[in-house]
């Protein structure tokens, strides 16, 4: 059976910086896309990063670029997020996800499985 965990989120001010982190089991961790999406309440989930099974390739949305970084240890089946001059707007609970593919994650949103989320509040 396939658990995520994510940990590292908190209350951090504007201009802070949070480290999540995401510990799967129960999975070949290598073989799969791992990715951050986030959800405030009463908005949609957004995809936030996605990074490829060799760690090689990454995605971001546009208004985390040069701020986010998304790594993974697949040592340690775990995935990060390093979260860099936070804005009150990345306020969310972020969670993780596996997919089989980059495409499936980052364009239609189809995962095979998902954390539990971890809440990021950021105050101005």
């Known amino acids: 059976q396939v658990q995520l965990v994510e940990s590292g989120g908190g209350l951090v001010q504007a201009g802070g910086s949070l480290r999540l982190s995401c510990a799967a089991s129960?999975?070949?961790?290598?073989?799969?896309?791992m990715g951050w999406f986030r959800q405030d309440p009463g908005k949609e989930r957004e995809f936030v990063a996605a990074i490829g099974g060799s760690g090689a390739v990454t995605y971001y949305r546009n208004s985390v670029k040069g701020r986010f970084t998304i790594s993974r240890d697949n040592a340690k089946n775990t995935v990060y997020l390093q979260m860099n001059g936070l804005k009150p707007e990345d306020t969310a609970n972020y969670f993780c996800?596996?997919?089989?593919?980059?495409?499936?994650?980052?364009?239609?949103?189809?995962?095979?499985?998902w954390g539990q989320g971890t809440q990021v509040t950021v105050s101005s």
């Open positions: 996800a596996v997919a089989s593919s980059m495409r499936s994650m980052t364009v239609r949103y189809e995962c095979d499985y």
């Open positions: 129960g999975l070949t961790f290598s073989n799969y896309v």
